[in-house]
């Protein structure tokens, strides 16, 4: 029986991680679309959502809300910076930190990307809302089971 539940526990079929695989490519291929239109990627899409909720913050700030790592963060930033959408500037009270604020041209990306989430919610359309809800709830709690995993390295 232990043989059968181990040969059967490497199926394709039976992964967990596999699934969010999938659903990861097809999240990536459904945005493409709607953020070419914008001349920007999802990772900088992530970034443009944070500041346009919080404006002008830390760079470490927009980092934690959109959980991109460090490097990837500044690389992004750069190509923010090199578009004209975001600039980056020494804060005022602490010069060994670094905010990040929207220009006008990113500000006036937010207009154009207002429609974004309902475009992608209508991909949804075999969930109802209360499902949805489930979903985003126990999505939620699986990131924290790893949140507490990475954390738990050291």
Known sequence: MLIVYMSDSLKLENQLCH???LLSNAFTRAYRPLLDELDITYP???VLMALW???ETTIASVTDKTGIDAGAMTQILKK???KGIVGIRKDEQDKRVKNVYLTADGQGLKKSATSIPSQML???NGLDPS???QLVS???RLNTCFKN???NKS
């Open 138 to 140: 126990l999505l939620d």
């Open 53 to 55: 909720e919080v404006g």
């Open 149 to 151: 995993v990475d954390d």
């Open 131 to 133: 499902e949805l809800k």
């Open 19 to 21: 699934r969010f695989y």
């Open 80 to 82: 923010l910076v090199s």
């Open 44 to 46: 900088q899409y992530l």
């Open 122 to 124: 209508c991909k949804f």
